[in-house]
């Protein structure tokens, strides 16, 4: 009895299906494996290629700060700088000076000349303070026959016309009172004012030595001299 013979492609058919169901195929070009064909990527290898990246991934890149490291640290407040305390008050200070510290004149000869400062502190504010001078009578020396002249001329430098023009020296005994005072140039706070002055004792003046006395008067207030100074002083 002749055996029947199984087509080759019959049985390639079954192979087929049974490689199908294991994932791959293994026929090719009647049933024989084909070399060239690439093989079919497994279940588990597809799955770790294609997983998407979790959104919910909380990685970041590297050098890049994180949201937490990101977040400013509160600084401490800064205490604000203490107050300087006020300054202590001051008043106004004077000073006259000349050469020798003293005014040594000669009747007929020529002037000498001296300064007066003033320094205003930092309380007052002046808007007329006037130097006044004052000398006493001088009595003269025995044998001294003053002339009919004043004795002595004081004069003033003005800066602004670079001239020297007579300033008001009274010679008397008693005190004059301050509401007889008048004018006076201002000085503010903290200000300085330098005067020039100079005086001269005339041919027909007396001789003698007795002390200048410059005041400073604030002429708006007429209560008190703000300072006097002692001059030195004598002619022969």
Known sequence: MPVARVPRGGLCVAAVAAVLLAGSSGCANGGEADPKAPSSPSP?????VSAPVSATATATP????????????PRAATPAPAASPPAAPTRLTVAVDTRGGRLALV???GAQEFT??????NSVD??????AFQMEL??????????????????????????W???????????RPLSLYTGGGPLARDA????????????????GSTPVVVSFVDTDTDREAAAHVLLGHSTG
């Open 116 to 121: 007066v400062t003033l320094r205003n502190g």
């Open 107 to 109: 009747r007929g000869g």
């Open 44 to 48: 588990a290898s597809s799955a770790s």
């Open 165 to 175: 023009h007579p300033a008001e020296l009274r010679v008397a005994n008693d005190a």
């Open 138 to 163: 001088l009595v003269g020396e025995p044998g001294d026959r003053p002339g009919s002249g004043p004795g002595f001329l004081l004069e003033r430098y003005d800066r602004t016309s670079g001239a």
């Open 192 to 207: 300085v004012r330098v005067e020039r002055y100079r005086l001269r004792a005339t041919a027909g003046g007396p001789t």
């Open 62 to 73: 590297s050098g890049t700060p994180s949201t937490a490291s990101a977040t400013p640290t």
């Open 126 to 131: 002046h808007r007329h303070l006037l130097v």
